[in-house]
């Protein structure tokens, strides 16, 4: 599926600059979909009983589910709620892959790369969960040495950073273009894989790119072949 753009895109000379400059991935919103699953526990937990139910494709922005636990007046704390959500064990063991994400990582294990999965996910907490997930869904022979978290019992965003900054990574791939933003400051090359919350996003440090192209393409191959055309053309 990859190679098939090899006429426009120099995917050679892509492999080459990954495995010089190193390249990392997020976990939620690249690895693992855990998007729609947190959507559906907030529905079972809220939005039923307020009547106002949502759907992944409403989730224009990254902290939004905070808003619409809002509404649930029974709640004393919304962001504490919608953490819970997303760092729960039946949102991180059952989510999907990232439609495309398997063959991307294949892609580049063939060629002698595995990226690192850095992540802000609280690993005190998650750690199991995360690992489970990986053994499902890639198999009992993956490297767990490859996932980077904190060994905090909260989200640690600049754990993300720093641990990017300290493997020395030149590309990383991310959802959120917060932490996007963040990691871009540090001279990394960051790609946005297209979710809702960043689809209206505009970057305006050329170290993030958005993806535009090849819309009909699963959304990680999307954001494979948009770094692959940056490598290309620069």
Known sequence: MIE???????LERTIEVLRRDG???????????????????????HGFKIRSPKTYEEAK????????????????????????IW?????????????????????????DIFPPRVTSRPGARTREWTHN??????????????????DTYKS?????KSEIARLGTGYHFEDSYEDAEKIAETGV??????QPWNLDYQPTNPNIIKVRGYPFRFKMVRAFLALA???TYN
């Open 61 to 84: 922005r990254y902290w939004i589910l905070v808003d619409w636990i809002r509404q649930d007046e029974s709640v004393e704390d919304p962001l504490i709620a919608a953490v819970n």
């Open 87 to 111: 760092n729960s064990e039946l949102v991180m063991e059952n989510a999907d892959l990232v439609p495309g994400v398997q063959a991307v990582t294949r892609y580049l294990a063939r060629r």
């Open 4 to 10: 098939r753009l090899r006429p426009r895109l120099d």
């Open 229 to 231: 055309e940056r490598i």
């Open 189 to 194: 090359m960051v790609v946005l894989v297209p």
């Open 156 to 160: 640690d965003p600049e754990f993300k």
């Open 23 to 45: 390249v990392t991935m997020d976990i939620d919103g690249v690895d693992a979909e855990t998007g729609h699953l947190s959507i559906r526990e907030f529905n079972h937990l």
């Open 133 to 150: 997930w990986y053994r499902k869904r890639y198999g009992p022979s993956f490297d767990m040495g490859l996932i980077r978290m904190s």
